[in-house]
């Protein structure tokens, strides 16, 4: 059969995202190439073009951009038998990331190479729409949680025993953290977070056993208390300001000193090792970096298909569609620098 691609290209650092023609790449050992119908947008995507330079130097122009497809499969490669022609599923596409870096693999296109054991099957009862606000962010978190040089917590199973550890997730209302909370539950750690008020109800639907307000002027002190004699078994902590927090938390708790962060940047270089003198180890998160070990099929083959059937997983948070069709996803990103809360914003194609 042949497939007729297009794609929504970025022509170089700081051009305007436009709609072409694409060649249909066939997929290789341990690929499957899926038909795209639906993308989330993240803020990576929408970032400007001089940063480019910055967050992902090795990119090669013009490029596809974009991480969270949902879709079916058209094509498997050889040596894949986990997946069929026709299957719904949810991945993370990975062509933006240093090891991968082509254009066949970005999400914002119509027909996508993905990696085999980053694509998970999808239960009928489950959206494409929906299915498409986990890739990135559940990988986000999954690497935090699980990988060794993060907070190498146990991974997660569909009978998991109660470890009596506590996982402090700061900023559990955001797309991170929301996975963060189940992936961890699943792992059977308890789960402590924080939020603003309004989404308290909703963590706690999601497996928090408690959560605190994070703009209370006595959260480290509240969250401290919260956790309580339980030794912490890690500390994630997502979003702008989670860093001093937390490492106080994870200074004066017992437990794992282990902080894992979402905020790479100079400052972050010099909390951790000012961390390191009360015994904190601060980490940065990649959230691409489980498709090359362990995490990565762990999570995408041996838990969450399972999970998603069982209802044990929920895809959160609630998608919004913002438009139909590649040409949609600009405006999408528009809407996305403006700022969102407790959704994630999702083109269908």
């Known amino acids: ?78 040596g894949v038998t986990r997946l069929q022609v026709g299957d719904r599923v949810v991945a993370h596409a990975a062509g933006t990331e240093k090891s991968r870096n082509t254009s066949a693999e970005g999400a914002f296109q119509d027909y996508v190479v993905l990696m085999a054991h980053m694509v998970a099957p999808l239960p009928d009862s489950l959206p494409f729409k929906q299915a498409a606000v986990l890739p990135l962010a559940m990988s986000t978190a999954s690497c935090g949680l ?35 909370i189940q992936l961890a539950r699943n792992a059977g750690y308890r789960v402590v977070a924080t939020s603003s008020p309004k ?68 400052i972050t270089s010099v909390r951790a090792r000012l961390a390191r003198r009360r015994g904190v180890t601060v980490s940065t998160i ?12 762990a999570i995408y083959c041996d838990f969450l298909p399972a999970a998603l059937a069982s209802g044990a997983y929920r895809a959160e948070p609630v998608a919004t569609v913002v438009g139909d069709g590649l040409a949609s996803i600009p405006a999408a990103l528009d809407r996305l620098r403006e700022g969102i809360s407790a959704t994630k914003l999702v083109v269908r194609l």
């Open 1 to 78: 059969m042949t497939y007729i691609n297009e794609a929504l290209w970025l022509p170089k650092r700081g051009g305007d995202l436009a709609v072409g023609s694409s060649t249909y790449t066939a997929p290789k050992q341990g690929e499957v190439v899926v038909r795209t119908r639906a993308v989330a947008v993240n803020f990576i995507d929408a970032m400007p073009g001089f940063a480019y330079r910055f967050v992902l130097p090795w990119l090669s122009f013009p490029a596809v951009i974009g991480s969270d497809v949902a879709g079916e499969v058209v094509e498997v490669g050889a």
């Open 199 to 266: 989404h308290f109800d909703w963590l706690r639907s999601l497996g928090a056993s408690v959560v605190i307000d994070r703009t209370s002027s006595d959260v480290v002190d509240e969250l401290v208390a919260a956790i309580g004699h339980q030794p912490l078994a890690g500390v994630l902590a997502i979003g702008s300001g989670s860093l001093p927090p937390t490492i106080e938390i994870a200074a004066r708790l017992p437990g794992s000193k282990r902080v894992s962060t979402t905020n790479p940047s100079p």
């Open 146 to 180: 699980f990988q060794k040089d993060q907070l190498a917590l146990a991974l997660p199973t569909a009978n998991p025993a109660d470890r009596n550890e506590t996982v402090l997730v700061w900023g559990g209302s955001t797309s991170v953290g929301v996975n963060a």
């Open 286 to 297: 990649w959230g691409g970096t489980l498709k090359d070990n362990e995490v990565g099929p």
